[in-house]
């Protein structure tokens, strides 16, 4: 639901080609955000802009109860094999004692570069790991050209194991990462204690807002532009039907900025925004020990545009899982 593009990577989408700070899905939340260069190759319909800025998010897209061990080394950069091609990670930071390591996942078609503003603080106070998902950044390609949710979580899950870093995890989840790090954690519960989702998508926003649009525009769909929404779904669904709820330290993170160009459809704009922040409300319902936060200078790059925030809400979440006292969260 919302136009983010990247300077890092330029990739064509249907009849699209971005431009922007980084090729990503779209999303926001309160009345305001920040606009984003966007050319359209072909058929210049409010429809393709839009389902370009949606479809985004999808395109880029044992351990348990047993596993025990130290942390290999507190530093990290490493290509690791998961089962016939490798995925590059990063880790920085002193792993204290008791402590949780930060484990960081992207959105969209985003590297672990989307971080760079915050592992860096964040490694001050406490072990925090970055990597790229297959195709993306230095990992190698997957053989699988969807790439759902939970390829992605499986792929996470060994990249952990072979790289030996152990739980507890306190899971960072951007955008499309977002669906991850909240189908990894209904998958290995035991090793999730904490999370923050940064301006995440939720897994019935896209039906929502397709259920949304008028005939003629739905009309105008390619078959290019349908094969990605059922590429998307097939990773909603996933997500969906783990039905995810837990009583862990969790933080929601909104971008608050928008502009007038988000949607596609300028007539729609009000009703999508509305949306939006119905959806980031249901995700912070998703936990018992919750904050959510509107980022109020932000678009849907929270980590780049007010990067405190997000390296101030992931030590609070660690801090509560140093501690027995749940009234502190």
């Not at 989408?13 to 955000?33: K, M």
């Not at 130290?70 to 930071?93: F, Q, T, W």
Request: charged share 25%; proline share 5%.
């Amino acid at each position: 639901m919302r136009q983010l593009v990247g300077r890092e990577r330029r990739d064509r989408l249907s009849q699209l080609t971005w431009r922007g700070e980084e090729c990503f899905d779209s999303r926001r939340v309160n009345s305001r955000r920040s606009a984003v260069d966007l050319v359209v190759s072909k058929h210049e319909i409010p429809m393709t802009i839009f389902l370009g800025l949606i479809l985004t998010v999808s395109a880029c897209f044992q351990w348990g109860h047993t596993r025990t061990g130290e942390n290999k080394s507190p530093d990290l950069d490493e290509m690791i094999d998961v089962g016939g091609y490798r995925l590059h990670i990063n880790c920085a930071g002193n792993p204290d004692k008791g402590s949780p390591t930060v484990v960081m996942d992207a959105g969209g078609y985003d590297s672990s570069a989307t971080w760079n503003k915050v592992q860096p603080e964040i490694a001050k106070f406490t072990r925090v790991c970055v990597y790229d998902r297959a195709g993306l950044g230095k990992s190698e390609r997957q053989p699988n050209p969807s790439y759902p949710s939970q390829e992605v979580v499986k792929d996470l899950h060994t990249l952990l194991v072979n790289a030996h870093v152990v739980p507890p995890l306190v899971l960072v989840g951007h955008s499309f990462g977002g669906m991850n790090v909240r189908l990894y954690a209904s998958q290995f519960p035991h090793e999730v204690v904490g999370m923050v989702l940064v301006d995440s998508v939720h897994e019935d926003e896209m039906d929502r807002w397709v259920a949304m649009m008028p005939p003629e525009i739905k009309q105008q769909l390619t078959g290019a532009d349908r094969a990605q929404l059922a590429r998307l779904a097939v990773s909603e669904g996933q997500v969906r039907a783990a039905h995810w709820h837990s009583d862990i330290p969790l933080v929601v993170l909104t971008h608050g900025v928008v502009s007038p160009g988000d949607y596609g459809i300028p007539s729609m704009a009000a009703k999508g925004e509305a949306l939006r922040l119905e959806m980031q409300e249901a995700l912070a319902r998703l936990s018992s020990r919750t904050k959510h936060i509107i980022a109020e200078k932000s678009g849907h790059y929270i980590q780049r545009d007010q990067p405190q925030l997000v390296i101030d809400s992931v030590r609070q979440v660690v801090e509560a899982t140093r501690t027995s006292d749940r009234r502190r969260f």
